[in-house]
C-alpha cells in the first residue's frame, strides 16, 4: 500500500522536526520520540490515542437485551419500557391486542413509550389491567362473562387468571364431565381427531404377524 508508507513517513517527518531534529533517525530513536511526546502530552492532561482510560468505558448491552432502567414491572410482569403502552402490556397474561388498545386509548395515553410514564400513571395503568370493568371499557371485551360464582362480567389476568383456570379444570374432573374426562386423560378437549395428532410417547405402525412357512406335502 504505498499510500500507507507515504502517509507513515510524513508523520515521523512531522514528529522528527518538531522536537529539532532534520535528519530521519531510525525505527528506535522514533520510538523513543513518541514516548516522549506522550509523556509530555500526559503531563498537560491531554488524551493520548490508544492511551484512553477504558475503566470509564460502560459495556455496550448486547442485541436483544434491555438495561435494568428499561425493565418496568408492572402487573407481576417484566415489561419493556421502550415501547409504547398498547404494545408493552400485550406481554401481560391476559391482555390481548384489543384489549391493549383499549386500554391505551380509555386512560388518556395514546401513544407513549411506558418509560415516559409517572409512578402515578403506572398506578392506575395497572388498576385498568386488573380491572378494567370498572374504568368505562365494555363488558363484551371482558374474558370471563357470567361467572359462576357472582354472575358478573370480570376481566382476569396474570395469577388470577391462571388460578382460575385451574379451578375450573378441577372442577370439570369431579363432576366427570366429557370435559372433565379429556382432560383427565391427556386427550384435546374441543373435538380434534386424534389419528395423526396427539401422538404421545413412542410411534408404533402398523405391524403384521409372521406367517409360519407352510409345510411341503410329500409326494
Known amino acids: 500500500m504505498p499510500g500507507y508508507c507515504t502517509w507513515n513517513l510524513f508523520l515521523r517527518f512531522l514528529l522528527a522536526s518538531r522536537l529539532g531534529l532534520v535528519h530521519m533517525g531510525s525505527d528506535q530513536e522514533l520510538k523513543r520520540l513518541e514516548a516522549k511526546l506522550r509523556k509530555k502530552a500526559e503531563a498537560k492532561g491531554e488524551k493520548v490515542k490508544g492511551k484512553e482510560d477504558k475503566t470509564t468505558e460502560k459495556p455496550m448491552p448486547k442485541k436483544g437485551e434491555l438495561r435494568a432502567a428499561e425493565i418496568i414491572r408492572l402487573a407481576e410482569t417484566n415489561l419493556d419500557g421502550t415501547k409504547r403502552v398498547c404494545d408493552a ?80 379444570i378441577d372442577l370439570m374432573r369431579k363432576l366427570k364431565t366429557y370435559k372433565g374426562v379429556r382432560h383427565s386423560i391427556g386427550l384435546p378437549v374441543r373435538g380434534q381427531r386424534t389419528r395423526g395428532s396427539f401422538r404421545k410417547g413412542k410411534t408404533v405402525g402398523v405391524s403384521k404377524k409372521k406367517q409360519a412357512p407352510s409345510k411341503s406335502k410329500k409326494k
Open 89 to 168: 402490556i400485550r406481554s401481560i397474561r391476559g391482555i390481548s391486542f384489543m384489549m391493549g388498545n383499549a386500554i391505551s386509548r380509555v386512560s388518556g395515553i395514546g401513544s407513549r413509550k411506558l418509560g415516559d410514564l409517572s409512578e402515578q400513571e403506572k398506578g392506575r395503568l395497572e388498576d385498568m389491567i386488573m380491572h378494567p370493568e370498572r374504568h368505562g371499557i365494555p363488558a363484551w371485551m371482558c374474558n370471563r362473562k357470567r361467572d359462576p360464582a357472582t354472575g358478573k362480567d370480570v376481566h382476569l389476568a396474570v395469577s388470577e387468571l391462571e388460578f382460575t383456570q385451574k379451578m375450573d
